[in-house]
DNA sequence: CGTGATTACGTTTATCGTAATTATA
DNA sequence: TATAATTACGATAAACGTAATCACG
């Protein structure tokens, strides 16, 4: 038994059971894989994949305890390169954050910026995509930690923190019917097209939800991940623009009307998630800290500490 | 990076940083071992032991991290084995129980006569020593399970559950002057020399407390591990001898005057230990059971996940 | 000097990749 | 017939044991 064949197994676990997939990803030789995979089997002395044929079909009824076990003991693994990274080279190393576009956009520069200066050596790397494939990133170890409004405290293999918390704001273009107004309303906001985030981003669900509580339904033509091109959208004329308050810059969006929504939809709360088990270098501590204030490093190892049971 | 080196550091560790002696355990050579070890430190980039020139003299802080979590590997790399085992030769292995005599020789027999029917292709054995020792080789794996009444549940490592109760009896020979009472007292034992268990054996500190309570100094003329030690030198008139309820047998023991002592000493509870985060083949589970019926599969794995959490 | 870690070196074993083969959908 | 796993085999590298060397107490 080595780590090699462990890592051949959650490899074809990952891609879904495809040997040749695996060993693409791994970039070594399928018969390599094929080989470790059945030495593996035979040292255990069980089948953990179901054949049909030559075919890989599923997981044996074994294979689906190994697998968890497989990928504690990887995970563990990893953590002990991290340990050695953390004092061979304090201040190198390599950190990828998994995160939205609003949040690379808007709350993430500063942070950034920050982080580069205190840690010039370590290569950052920012991985965007939806919240789910943030999860995702996190647990499969491609991202070291994700950050997200939505989705990260559904999964059993994270501990998500929360960050911090804001409001939603609507932008008009100057000429628009609602610009005339003081304040605004849900109601008012209903009477006209809307321009906001996808499903499963930003708070869109927080928004669907206060319109739907008042019982009104509103006619999104045109939904983006993406701050940006939502205001852009919004200038040319398309509707009435519901963003995050972060994004919206007083000097650059003057351009835009804007009303502060905060009292119209539910709070929201951007969460900083790790997978459960891991080691995580100083800089990462750093980073959290750096982005939420409240996330110290004593209080992250605290909720390490706390979400450790993974299973039985 | 390789389990041989990980079990290379983990057995020079345990054997107090002698190399020499982790490469005879390991039934290997000593230079094997020395290259092993530096070429994973090269490959982590820490020294993990400090040496004095060439003597191993401390492990290093990195060192002491990773320690712990090579501890983690390998544990979950033995449970991996251990679920190939348990479904290819379901139920044929090996089970070690650590215990102290008296529940080796009063408390097992039948629970192990019992085992041996349902899987007679096991090899039991039983490992004996005081409570410290079943504490120790149940946390080095060296055994799957340990059942004594002292001491279990004071280590982070491993998950105590309660297995069943029981009382003291105070044992008298017939000449004796307390054989003519119908019961007994402290006061009055207190006048007698005692013989009964060595310290951290048996309920023994319930035994000194309960004396101490009352302000009793009392004349331990023998210890031993052993009840049937202790019977033998009360029938010799050394003393009077307090032992564990369940070492008194009606027939053999006919020879002496037995007195309950229940409400003389706490209840003692015999806790049955297994280390946290270890897989548990079936039978191991039926052992339990069969030991404390209120110890079903369901219970012990609620308690393994319960205790999951090793360190943050 | 004895105990204990390291270096040197040859043998053996394991790993990996290429090419050919076989089986499935 | 295209896709995908297995078998065969040769090259490379890693691991191991023996013998010799070096350093601390």
Known sequence: MNFQQLRYVRETVRRRLNLTEAA???????????????????????????????????????GRELIGVIERVLLEAENLKRVGENYAARDSGRLTIATTHTQARYALPQVVAAFRERFP???????????PAVARW????????????ESLDHFDELIAMPGYQWTHTVVVP????LARQRSISLEAIAQHPIITYSNEFAGRNHIDTAFEAKGLSIDVVLTAIDSDVIKTYVELGLGVGIIASVAYDEIRDRGLKRFDASHLFPIN??????????????FTYAFIESFAPELTTERVNAALAEGKPLKG
């Open 24 to 62: 693409r990803a791994l970039h070594t030789s399928q018969p390599g894989v094929s080989k470790q995979i059945r030495e593996l089997e035979d040292e255990l002395g069980v089948q953990i994949f179901e054949r049909h044929g030559r075919r890989f079909v599923a997981l044996t009824p074994p």
């Open 269 to 282: 709360t951007t969460r900083v998630a790790i997978r459960k088990g891991t080691f995580l270098r100083d």
């Open 174 to 177: 100057p000429g628009h019917p």
């Open 138 to 149: 996190v647990i499969s170890g491609e991202a070291d930690i994700g950050i997200a409004t």
């Open 121 to 131: 050596k370590v290569r950052l790397s920012l991985q965007q995509g939806h919240p």
